[in-house]
């Protein structure tokens, strides 16, 4: 397929890496034109001046950018020079009202686009595991998932437009609620005296078990927190949150409380941090990065 891919950072570079693996015809396009220029030395892509020249003629556009501004200004840039039916899939992080209101104006092109954030994080890109969660219309997801496949290990229709950001919100809501959780759990450990070690090995196997604590636990007692995904994003994303939650009446007062601890971490200066740093606001400690 031919495929235009723009935004390849630390997320997009990977995933468009493994389209060209997979066989694809694979146009990258980045803000800053050295980053397109090294991921097509290193990857054997080609890479492009524009998000048009990037879209010219493709039958699939993927961004993977920064925000809801980012996935306008490229929707619109690149939706005339696409091929008639070509499909749009969104990988960023969006609010669900972008998402639609470019599902609306690629429908209006004979376009379709897709909103299909990713979890899974830096190394999931990189090993081609990540989880898709998609809003859109059905047919014209299930003729790009087998594209989608070769950076992916699960792609999950959620419903219409805007669904899938709708999904990754719930996503988001679900990791802050347990990461400060964790992070507490550390720190009572630590203050009580106790073997962080020896506490991890007694509780890891029971009911407290979880993603967050076999890979965190014992980075979060080491004061480590270089683990990719970044206290600026994240905060990106439960702004999003909080903005769906408001609109729509859901009662969030645990997200709203630890995004006002992800504040504190920037105001630390941990803004790229990883997520885990709301157990550095417990420690009296700077992190050893």
């Given at each position: 397929?031919?495929?235009?891919?723009?935004?390849?950072?630390?997320?997009?570079?990977?995933m468009?890496?493994?389209?060209?693996?997979?066989?694809?015809?694979?146009?990258?396009?980045?803000?800053?034109?050295?980053?397109?220029?090294?991921?097509?030395?290193?990857?054997?892509?080609?890479?492009?001046?524009?998000?048009?020249?990037?879209?010219?003629?493709?039958d699939?556009?993927?961004?993977?950018?920064?925000?809801?501004?980012?996935?306008?200004?490229?929707?619109?840039?690149?939706?005339?020079?696409?091929?008639?039916?070509?499909?749009?899939?969104?990988?960023?992080?969006?609010?669900a009202?972008?998402?639609?209101?470019?599902?609306?104006?690629?429908?209006?092109?004979?376009?379709?686009?897709?909103d299909?954030?990713?979890?899974?994080?830096q190394?999931?890109?990189?090993?081609?595991?990540?989880?898709?969660?998609?809003?859109?219309?059905?047919?014209?997801?299930?003729?790009?998932e087998?594209?989608?496949?070769?950076?992916?290990?699960?792609?999950?229709?959620?419903?219409?437009?805007?669904?899938?950001?709708?999904?990754k919100?719930?996503?988001?809501?679900?990791?802050?609620?347990v990461?400060?959780?964790?992070?507490?759990?550390v720190?009572?450990?630590?203050?009580?005296?106790?073997?962080?070690?020896?506490?991890?090995?007694?509780?890891?196997?029971?009911?407290?078990?979880?993603w967050?604590?076999?890979?965190?636990?014992?980075?979060?007692?080491?004061?480590?927190?270089?683990?990719?995904?970044?206290?600026?994003?994240m905060?990106?994303d439960?702004?999003?949150v909080?903005?769906e939650?408001?609109?729509?009446?859901?009662?969030?007062?645990?997200?709203?409380?630890?995004?006002?601890?992800?504040?504190?971490?920037?105001?630390?200066?941990?803004?790229?941090?990883d997520?885990?740093?709301?157990?550095?606001?417990?420690?009296?400690?700077?992190p050893?990065?």
């Amino acid at each position: 397929m031919k495929i235009g891919f723009a935004g390849l950072g630390v997320m997009g570079g990977p995933m468009a890496r493994h389209l060209v693996a997979a066989g694809h015809e694979v146009t990258g396009y980045n803000r800053s034109p050295d980053k397109a220029q090294a991921w097509a030395s290193a990857t054997g892509g080609r890479f492009a001046g524009s998000e048009a020249e990037a879209a010219d003629g493709a039958d699939l556009l993927i961004l993977c950018v920064g925000n809801d501004d980012d996935v306008r200004a490229v929707t619109i840039g690149a939706l005339p020079h696409l091929a008639a039916g070509a499909v749009i899939v969104d990988h960023t992080t969006t609010s669900a009202r972008v998402a639609r209101e470019m599902a609306a104006l690629a429908a209006g092109q004979g376009r379709e686009f897709i909103d299909a954030p990713v979890s899974g994080g830096q190394a999931g890109a990189e090993n081609g595991q990540l989880s898709v969660m998609a809003g859109g219309e059905p047919a014209a997801l299930a003729r790009v998932e087998p594209v989608l496949m070769a950076y992916s290990k699960a792609v999950k229709h959620m419903g219409p437009s805007g669904s899938g950001q709708l999904t990754k919100m719930v996503n988001q809501i679900a990791i802050a609620g347990v990461v400060q959780g964790l992070a507490e759990a550390v720190h009572f450990a630590e203050v009580a005296g106790l073997d962080t070690d020896a506490a991890f090995e007694a509780i890891s196997r029971g009911a407290a078990q979880s993603w967050q604590m076999d890979n965190r636990w014992k980075t979060m007692a080491e004061g480590k927190f270089d683990f990719g995904f970044a206290v600026d994003w994240m905060r990106k994303d439960l702004g999003l949150v909080l903005d769906e939650a408001r609109a729509n009446g859901a009662h969030l007062s645990l997200t709203a409380l630890v995004d006002q601890f992800y504040s504190e971490v920037q105001a630390m200066g941990g803004a790229r941090w990883d997520t885990s740093s709301l157990a550095a606001r417990l420690q009296d400690r700077k992190p050893r990065v």
